[in-house]
């Protein structure tokens, strides 16, 4: 019972001496570090005191002092002096744990400040070595606890590749994809990309060793394993940002009942617009050549050329948005027709907008739109819509009428 209270006594002493020389070590070096990182005007010190990198170096003084105390283990404790010998040691494999994860952290911080940092991504790296520190600390840890070599467990550990590799599959698989996203410069942090198989649209916010976080435009966050990127169907809209555009793709379906030739008084009414004018005045002079060198009248449609309703509206629209000054004139721009279908003739517009924030976009192109809905009557042409409640209720009055 006595040898018990002496062991219980001289354990508690050890660690109240090995605290208190902490403690003073921590703030000796909390002080002197301070004071360097104040004069100086490099960037990566002031990281590295954040992390509390030189606070973890404190623990080597229980270290040194539970290592020394070994020696003095008397006879009647003397198991003691082998426990405190494996304590020293497990507590010395911590602190390099500590103190290389937390260099490692730094590293990835000092990166960051770098502007080249956001194309080139590391964290996944810095996570695959943190994986590999803790794993080997693991290995020697175990090596003390069982009195065994660390040589001889990592040559056991063959035996367990199939098991390791399992456990280990997303980072194995997520080290390899970010390898090739870096490469090949894939996607980055800040990035907009979509991914429909994880319902994933939006800005990327992290990219780490096993997953990518992304924020997507209805605020809710996504998370994508790495391989993912890599191994699926993915769009970066990177591209579109840096161009300087943004696509504007959208149709108008024409009702083709209301397409028709332009007649005279057609033709009188359009020359009141100063955007096609020149254009219906140089056709109708072309037509008119081309059909007097042909010898056919005016009034014969069919055999002769004519303009239609819906071919200067399409002029008109080319012509409406390169003077837009919210459409880019230097990237495709095409006004098409589409196959025509059961609800009308699509007439597309294919540009690009100069604006490529969201809601700027997506006014321009209502803006596009509630002009041509506005200007169609003027070209005698007319939407295409299902027969709505309205409709019905305006046949049912006129056969009303009629009867």
């Keep these: 019972m006595a040898v018990l209270f002496s062991a ?11 605290g208190i020389f902490h403690l003073i070590l921590r703030s000796a070096l909390r ?20 992390n509390r990198v030189f606070n973890v170096l ?21 198991w003691m002096a082998g426990a405190l010998l494996g304590i020293a040691k497990i507590y010395l494999i911590i602190v390099l744990i500590a103190v290389f994860n937390r260099l490692l952290s730094s590293s990835l911080d000092i990166y960051q400040t770098y502007p080249f940092s956001k194309a080139r991504p590391i964290k996944g790296y810095i996570q695959l070595m943190k994986l590999l520190l803790y794993f080997i600390g693991g290995i020697f840890l175990v090596s003390v606890l069982i009195s065994k070599s ?43 990309i979509s991914l429909p198989s994880y319902n994933a649209d939006g800005t990327v916010e992290d990219i780490s060793l096993t997953s990518v976080k992304v924020q997507n435009w209805d605020k809710t966050i996504t998370t994508i394993p790495t391989y993912a990127l890599v191994s699926g169907s993915m769009t970066n809209w990177i591209g579109m940002e840096e161009s300087g555009g943004r696509r504007i793709k959208r149709s108008i379906n024409i009702d083709m009942t209301t397409v028709r030739f332009a007649d005279t008084e057609l033709l009188e009414h359009l020359r009141e617009f100063s955007l096609i004018r020149e254009y219906v005045e140089r056709k109708e002079k072309e037509i008119k050549e081309y059909n007097q060198a042909k010898q056919l009248d005016d009034r014969d449609y069919v055999s002769g050329r004519k303009q239609t309703n819906l071919g200067i509206f399409r002029k008109y629209l080319e012509a409406y948005l390169h003077n837009h000054p919210m459409v880019h004139d230097e990237m495709t721009f095409l006004i098409r027709h589409l196959q025509p279908t059961e609800k009308g003739i699509p007439v597309e517009i294919y540009v690009f907008s100069k604006d490529q924030r969201w809601a700027n976009y997506e006014e321009l192109q209502a803006d596009i739109f509630d002009h041509i809905l506005a200007v169609l009557p003027e070209f005698g042409l007319r939407v295409f819509q299902n027969p709505s409640g309205e409709d019905f209720r305006n046949l049912k009055q006129v056969n009303n009428n009629e009867a």
């Design 8 to 18: 219980i006594v001289v354990l508690f002493s050890i660690a109240a001496i090995s």
């Design 31 to 50: 002080g002197v570090f301070s004071r360097i990182v104040k004069r100086t005007r490099f960037e990566w010190d002031d990281i590295l005191f954040k």
């Design 58 to 78: 404190a623990h080597i003084a229980p270290v040194l002092i539970i290592r020394w105390a070994a020696n003095f283990a008397g006879n009647d404790i003397g």
């Design 150 to 192: 660390p040589g001889r467990l990592f040559t056991g550990l063959g035996a367990m590749a199939a098991v390791l590799l399992f456990v280990f599959k997303d980072a194995i698989l997520g080290f390899i994809a970010s390898i090739q996203l870096a490469a090949n410069k894939m996607v980055k942090p800040g990035d907009w």
